[in-house]
């Protein structure tokens, strides 16, 4: 037996150069930029709920994620959770750059970090407490590829994988379908090169969609079986019930429209992959250096000799925006919001990628190198700006609830016939009439959920929360049934908002108050 000191350096020693580059790169730059998260306890909405919580979502869909979350406790610990998170998300660098062939340390770094600051990360800091798990979901997504494509039967422990990252959270599953196709594409090219191993290659491409088949039918048997276990069903939120019934509604030939609808939408419009001259110009550069990547490596394998392969890495293109969005074929009524659209970072990285060590030797192979080089370099700096002008809204957004809490606790303690336990009643959004809008990060935060607006409070539970965990004080506030009646009163509409002088009434025991605009 190996002492640890000798056995830890046999085993880093296996570790190759450019594996330990992509994590390191992946991890220092998610701790630079996304420190603010990692030293504060800024709450969003969501969180207000989650200051512990046991991540039990089998009802979801998520049958694995109480356990990837039950490493750093059920608590929300930012710095535990970051950490986590980034170590998962550092590993899945290492998978990715291994999976595409990054070779060049200059591709190496700037792949990696660009998955530690795409701004989609920034929106899953906003949802910290559930943050380790979903890294470690989006490892699991991109292992399962990688062991399909080392190993002949690597579908199978891939199939697993993928089992368990959809168990977690089913957002990833783009993620790993992308890198497949890549995989496919690096299939083919090397077919091109040697047509005698073509019969082989056939072989090869069909590994990935059994393990994506066996790994769908291995989370839906296991979901299942945990929810007979359990007593539950499927809920409705975010469509996943739909699972049940194959496509959902609308049809599939509306629901592939839809699809592409999306891709270009949120691509060229969407304010995330470029929202100023520089990450436009930026994002520009890295593409067109692909773009003649690829021109230049069909000319050089000349792939027009073989048209069935070209044909079907032609086909493999135009399907990618249908991959990238297969969440809308299972659920299109799903709220598809920046946690969910993580997989765009796999175009970038991809570019980058292919510049690298897809280039023909030629004059020109310097030229795109360093416009690949600028291009992601600069979108790398772009995007750290943009998150944290999120977290700083964040910050901010924090602040404002806890100053007009503290008002709106006073003016309740200070109401007269108030007792401590009196049952309250309230709607909880705050009114922007009385209160304007003053979030002044909206052309930068628009599309980043969990990050924009002014305030934490949507409904009379979130003032509970927050008021309980951040001002020390219990409020008995009752469901929103409580409101049903007194809502459309006359009485209730001739209220005051708050801050007016008769925005809280006591009527029949119960406290009402009244923070939405006057006119509603």
């Known amino acids: 037996m190996k002492a640890p000191a000798e056995a830890f350096h046999i085993l880093y020693g296996k570790i190759r150069q450019e594996w330990k580059t992509a994590f390191l790169s992946c991890f220092l730059a998610g701790l630079l930029v996304h420190m603010p998260m990692l030293l504060a306890d800024i709450p969003n909405h969501d969180g207000l709920d989650s200051l512990y919580f046991d991540q039990n979502m089998i009802t979801s869909g998520r049958w694995f994620l109480t356990v990837a979350c039950g490493f750093s406790s059920y608590y929300t610990i930012p710095w535990l959770i970051g950490l986590l998170g980034l170590l998962f998300l550092g590993i899945t660098a290492a998978v990715v750059c291994e999976l595409l ?32 798990g979903y890294m470690l979901a989006m490892l699991l997504a991109a292992a399962a590829v990688l062991f399909t494509a ?38 083919l090219d090397e077919a091109m090169a040697q047509t005698e191993k073509e019969v082989r290659r056939w072989t090869d491409i069909l590994r990935y969609p059994a393990m994506g088949i066996l790994g769908a039918v291995l989370y839906y048997a296991i979901l299942q079986i945990l929810l007979r276990l359990q007593g539950k069903t499927l809920a409705a939120y975010q469509g996943i019930d739909a699972m049940a ?98 997989q765009w970072v ?3 990285m991809g570019a980058a990628a292919l510049v690298s060590n897809g280039i023909p030797e030629g ?46 606790l006073d003016r309740i303690e200070q109401t007269q016939g108030y007792y401590p336990g009196i049952p309250i009643a309230m709607v909880g959004v705050v009114g922007d009439e009385q209160y304007p809008p003053t979030d002044i990060t909206l052309p930068v935060t628009g599309g980043m959920i969990g990050m924009n607006g002014d305030s934490l409070l949507y409904t009379g539970r979130n003032y509970q929360l927050f008021i309980r965990h951040y001002l020390g004080a219990s409020l008995n506030i009752l469901p929103p049934e409580a ?32 923070t939405e605009n006057a006119n509603r």
């Open 101 to 132: 062939e990054v070779r060049k340390r200059w591709a190496v770094i700037l792949c990696s970090c660009l998955l530690a600051v795409f701004p989609a990360l920034a929106s899953t800091f906003a949802y910290v407490y559930t943050l380790d």
């Open 150 to 187: 080392k190993y002949r039967c690597g579908f199978l422990p891939g199939a697993v994988c993928l089992a368990f990252s959809l168990g977690i959270y089913q957002g990833y599953l783009a993620f790993a379908m992308i890198l497949s196709v890549f995989a496919v594409w690096k299939t």
């Open 245 to 342: 019934g194959g496509f959902g509604g609308g049809g599939l030939v509306s629901g592939i429209i839809r699809m592409y609808r999306d891709f270009f939408s949120f691509t060229l419009r969407g304010n995330v992959l470029f929202q100023n001259v520089f990450s436009l110009t930026a994002a520009c550069v890295l593409t067109v250096s692909a773009a003649v990547c690829v021109v230049l490596r069909i000319r050089s394998r000349k792939y027009w000799k073989n048209p069935w392969i070209f044909g079907i890495m032609i086909l493999m293109a135009l399907i990618l925006p249908l991959v990238t969005n297969i969440i809308l074929l299972i659920s299109p009524d799903v709220n598809y919001h920046l946690l969910m659209r993580y």
């Open 346 to 348: 796999l175009y970038l």
């Open 363 to 408: 004059k020109g192979r310097a030229w795109m190198e360093w416009g690949a080089l600028c291009g992601a370099a600069v979108l790398l700096f772009c995007y750290a700006v943009t998150d944290n002008i999120a977290y700083s809204n964040l910050q901010k957004r924090y602040e404002k609830t806890y100053a007009y809490c503290v008002r709106l």
């Open 483 to 514: 409101m049903e009646e007194m809502y459309y009163s006359e009485e209730y509409k001739d209220m005051d908002s708050f801050p007016g002088a008769d925005s809280m009434r006591i009527i029949d025991g119960i406290l009402y108050i009244k």
